[in-house]
């Protein structure tokens, strides 16, 4: 059992690897009568592809969308829907050289570790090409959620490369797609571009913090205990490709406050309760309070570089590995959209699984 599929309601399977043929997702659970195009998808999948500017891989791929089922006149059936990219730029003699060797920092030895196989070409299942399919399949979940809640928002930014943060006092969401990084600060922004170049003339990478905000998201997501929001946005973040930590609301902040300072009060307003602050997330015991909600995840740096590093290979024998191929020198970048994707599945799941237990039906306050 490999567990490749994620979700309760609305489930998601992805498949293929990084220098086959073709990968994809399978997307469960979506309702009848969703308006869904290709064209709904591409834009996501535009976001997220390499190539688009000289801090990314320069591998070309399309990574153009086909709706292979669940869809008939434009609108979905409630039958599985089966997505495709095709894979078009594949170079797989850049890993002929690492076939018996295991690169640092890589999940190769692990690979080999549990199945004893492992598909060398890219990494396969373990590369980051995998979250292309995860962001076709978060369009799908986007236009549930587009038809079910016109007035949610979902948005991804970089709001640390390395060491180096964004000042928040001149955060403006506006300027996100301003720049290669997602970053909604302008100086800071400009300040990544000279920092990366650096780095990745250098034969080097770096990590990223990607900030993903959700606003419109109404109040009675999620469950208690086992069937929590956090719980579950934790999970699908922590999925993705090289992240090593997740964070919901003030996080690991949260352990530095007071009981007066993290407590976020209520008062009431003209339409419902009104929060004073958001130190929680816009979750609460696991279900969300209406409020905006944040999730924040470090992406550790790209582990291939064409840097020396000591390894061994399957012999045991001790070597010097350059790891060739085209690389991101932080990857980070193209996971902005990736955690875009993994919010919107999320959530979509979560609001058709409160709807088959509630029926959206609210506790009244006032």
Same mark, same amino acid.
């Not at 153009?64 to 599985?80: D, H, K, N, W």
């Not at 295991?102 to 590369?127: E, L």
């Not at 015991?285 to 399957?314: E, M, Y």
């Not at 001790?318 to 980070?332: N, Q």
């Given at each position: 059992?490999?567990?490749? =599929?994620?979700?309760?309601?609305?489930?998601?399977?992805?498949? +293929?690897? @990084?220098?086959?043929?073709?990968?994809?997702?399978?997307?469960?659970?979506?309702?009848?009568?969703?308006?869904?195009?290709?064209?709904?998808?591409?834009? $996501?999948?535009? #976001?997220?592809?390499?190539?688009?500017?000289?801090?990314?891989?320069?591998?070309?791929?399309?990574?153009?969308?086909?709706?292979?089922?669940?869809?008939?006149?434009?609108?979905?059936?409630?039958? =599985?829907?089966?997505?495709?990219?095709?894979?078009?730029?594949?170079?797989?003699?850049?890993? @002929?050289?690492?076939?018996?060797?295991?690169?640092?920092?890589?999940?190769?030895?692990?690979?080999?570790?549990?199945?004893?196989?492992?598909?060398?070409? +890219?990494?396969?299942?373990?590369?980051?090409?995998?979250?292309?399919?995860?962001?076709?399949?978060?369009?799908?979940?986007?236009?549930?959620?587009?038809?079910?809640?016109? +007035?949610?928002?979902?948005?991804?930014? *970089?709001?640390? *490369?390395?060491? #180096?943060?964004?000042?928040?006092?001149?955060?403006?969401?506006?300027?996100?797609?301003?720049?290669?990084?997602?970053?909604?600060?302008?100086?800071?922004?400009?300040? $990544?571009?000279?920092?990366?170049?650096?780095?990745?003339?250098?034969?080097?990478?770096?990590?990223?913090?990607?900030?993903?905000?959700?606003?419109?998201?109404?109040?009675?997501?999620?469950?208690?205990?086992?069937?929590?929001?956090? @719980?579950?946005?934790?999970?699908?973040?922590?999925?993705?490709?090289?992240?090593?930590?997740?964070?919901? +609301?003030?996080?690991?902040?949260?352990?530095?406050?007071?009981?007066?300072?993290?407590?976020?009060?209520?008062? *009431?307003?003209?339409?419902?309760?009104?929060?004073?602050?958001?130190?929680?997330?816009?979750?609460?015991?696991?279900? =969300? @309070?209406?409020?905006?909600?944040?999730?924040?995840?470090?992406?550790?740096?790209? =582990?291939?570089?064409?840097?020396?590093?000591?390894?061994?290979?399957?012999?045991?024998?001790?070597?010097?590995?350059?790891?060739?191929?085209?690389?991101?020198?932080?990857?980070?970048?193209?996971?902005?959209?990736?955690?875009?994707?993994? *919010?919107?599945?999320?959530?979509?799941?979560?609001?058709?699984?409160?709807?088959?237990?509630?029926?959206?039906?609210?506790?009244?306050?006032?």
């Amino acid at each position: 059992m490999s567990l490749n =599929s994620f979700g309760h309601v609305l489930k998601f399977t992805t498949w +293929g690897e @990084s220098h086959g043929p073709a990968i994809g997702a399978v997307v469960d659970g979506v309702p009848p009568g969703i308006a869904l195009s290709e064209a709904d998808l591409q834009p $996501w999948l535009d #976001k997220r592809k390499p190539g688009t500017s000289k801090f990314t891989t320069q591998r070309q791929e399309a990574d153009a969308v086909r709706i292979l089922s669940g869809v008939f006149e434009g609108v979905t059936t409630g039958t =599985s829907i089966s997505l495709m990219i095709e894979n078009t730029d594949q170079r797989s003699k850049d890993y @002929s050289a690492i076939a018996q060797a295991f690169r640092p920092g890589h999940a190769d030895i692990t690979y080999h570790q549990k199945y004893g196989v492992r598909d060398y070409r +890219g990494g396969g299942r373990s590369s980051a090409r995998e979250t292309a399919s995860r962001v076709a399949a978060g369009g799908v979940a986007r236009a549930v959620l587009k038809a079910l809640l016109p +007035g949610l928002t979902i948005t991804g930014y *970089m709001v640390q *490369m390395g060491v #180096k943060g964004i000042d928040r006092s001149r955060l403006d969401l506006a300027t996100v797609g301003d720049n290669p990084f997602w970053c909604p600060d302008p100086v800071a922004a400009a300040d $990544w571009a000279e920092y990366l170049d650096g780095l990745r003339l250098s034969h080097n990478s770096v990590g990223a913090v990607i900030e993903v905000v959700a606003h419109g998201v109404p109040p009675g997501l999620g469950a208690p205990l086992y069937g929590k929001l956090d @719980s579950n946005l934790a999970s699908a973040m922590m999925s993705i490709n090289a992240v090593k930590a997740v964070e919901i +609301g003030d996080g690991m902040a949260a352990a530095g406050l007071t009981g007066v300072e993290n407590a976020d009060e209520i008062r *009431m307003g003209p339409n419902g309760p009104e929060f004073l602050s958001n130190h929680a997330g816009g979750i609460l015991g696991g279900i =969300s @309070s209406g409020q905006p909600v944040v999730c924040r995840f470090a992406v550790k740096p790209t =582990s291939s570089i064409l840097t020396p590093r000591r390894t061994i290979d399957q012999t045991g024998a001790e070597i010097d590995l350059v790891t060739k191929g085209r690389h991101d020198p932080c990857v980070g970048i193209r996971a902005v959209p990736v955690g875009e994707a993994m *919010m919107a599945l999320v959530l979509a799941d979560h609001l058709l699984l409160d709807r088959a237990q509630t029926g959206g039906l609210r506790g009244r306050i006032g």
